[in-house]
């Protein structure tokens, strides 16, 4: 079955980084867009990044636009979030999945995983 499966999470201070990685299963990944979405407390889940089935193209929620960094590898069925400059506003549960095509419209395949929890704060 499919298992999207999240970590690399943590507490961290405002204005540094995180690496957040996806172990993606049970599906032909590299048919897939991915994206990363986060939810944080008594807020509605929110797209954060997509990227294309080769990694070619990448799109970011305006929020975090120029900070955060989306990629993939498809040899391994990986995805990855690279976080800088992590705001208190970041603070979110992050989840990784995919769709079908490269579109911030278009919803997500599968059911969500655990996620992993993200905390900025000082």
């Known amino acids: 079955q499919v298992q999207l499966v999240e970590f690399g999470g943590g507490l961290v201070q405002p204005g540094g980084s995180l690496r957040l990685s996806c172990a993606a299963s049970?599906?032909?990944?590299?048919?897939?867009?991915m994206n990363w979405y986060r939810q944080a407390p008594g807020k509605e889940r929110e797209l954060v990044a997509l990227i294309t089935q080769l990694g070619s193209m990448t799109d970011y929620g305006d929020s975090v636009k120029g900070r955060f960094t989306m990629s993939r590898d498809n040899g391994k069925n990986m995805v990855y979030l690279q976080m800088n400059s992590l705001k208190s506003e970041d603070t979110a549960v992050y989840y990784c999945?995919?769709?079908?095509?490269?579109?911030?419209?278009?919803?997500?395949?599968?059911?969500w995983g655990q996620g992993t929890q993200v905390t900025v704060s000082a």
């Open positions: 999945n995919a769709q079908s095509v490269f579109s911030k419209t278009t919803a997500p395949r599968w059911s």
């Open positions: 049970g599906f032909t990944f590299s048919n897939y867009v």
